[in-house]
């Protein structure tokens, strides 16, 4: 099996927590905005970031702020691609709703809960537990019935993508994690790569070499 080499896909000046989450783990990545270099890649990280155009999930902006359309666009193409060959892919934070919103699901634009999540200065903390409907997820094997975790985000997933299983989430409901029913695909809603020494490690090693 060839060791893994990631794909971040975003913006340089934007990824350096990515990028020295990966260094920890001693494996090769790049970071690119080419969608052919990426594919050279054996795994696909999605990063957080600004709000996805509404306009890709229909609706008008009613509480987006950052919007990088030209991102989400090669975002979305390099996910589709990545899909379509089954390679393993983790989404962070805007990664997760990426993925969800790539198979028809919708964001809550600013959450009624958004002090409780959004980056005040630094990330928020919060409890998130399983809600997977059995215990083989990627959450139940890591953090078992709950974890803490950090938060710095003001939106949330809420139609649920296709084929996209819920498998954590706050004590608000806020959907926290998500699964692919038959894919290597993985996504959360928090930033394990700052949290790399409190349960980080364990999902990002997770993605690496056990999806």
Known sequence: MPSPHIAIVGRSQDTHNYENA???????????????????????????????????????????????????????EVLSLFMAQKKPILGICKGMQIINVHLGGTIIQHIDTADAHEWKGQDRQHYVYHSGVDRSDFFYQLYGTGTLVNSAHHQAVDKIGRDLVPVCRASDNVIEGLVHRTMPVIAVQWHPERIMDDGGYQLIHYFLFSL
């Open 22 to 76: 990966l260094r920890t783990l001693g494996v090769s990545y790049i970071t690119t905005l080419n969608a052919q270099e990426a594919m050279q890649a054996t795994h696909l990280l999605l990063p957080g970031g600004g709000d996805i155009t509404p306009v890709f999930f229909g609706q008008r902006n009613h509480g987006s702020r950052n919007i990088d359309t030209e991102l989400d666009i090669l975002q979305i």
